[in-house]
Nanobody, 122 residues
């Protein structure tokens, strides 16, 4: 199995910055995709940004000019740098990983982190 440890959330004023981290560990053979989703109260979970092991990224239009996603393949860790944060960015941010497991063939398994709260408020 795979364990995801998220960190970096918290309370920040509008215009501030935060950096989220998500480290994957466990019986990992390889990771193909790491991503961040968010869910605000009363809203559906939405994709914020994703990155492949080759470094290809996809970032939501709503945050493209402010957020940057990156991956450290050696550490099985994904980062989300969030700048110029706005109150509407307030949400629980979830890490999402797609991985192949040791001894489990070529099937790719999805995993979710427990979520980290990001609150943007003055």
């Amino acid at each position: 199995q795979v364990q995801l440890v998220e960190s970096g959330g918290g309370l920040v004023q509008p215009g501030g910055s935060l950096r989220l981290s998500c480290a994957a560990s466990g019986s990992i053979f390889s990771i193909s995709t790491m991503a961040w989703y968010r869910q605000a109260p009363g809203k559906q979970r939405e994709l914020v940004a994703q990155v492949t092991s080759t470094g290809r990224t996809n970032v939501a239009d709503s945050v493209m000019s402010r957020y940057t996603i990156s991956i450290d393949n050696a550490k099985n860790t994904v980062y989300l740098q969030m700048n110029n944060l706005k109150p509407e960015d307030t949400a629980v941010y979830y890490c999402y990983v797609v991985a192949k497991l040791l001894g489990r063939g070529t099937f790719e398994y999805p995993y979710w982190g427990q979520g980290t709260q990001v609150t943007v408020s003055s």
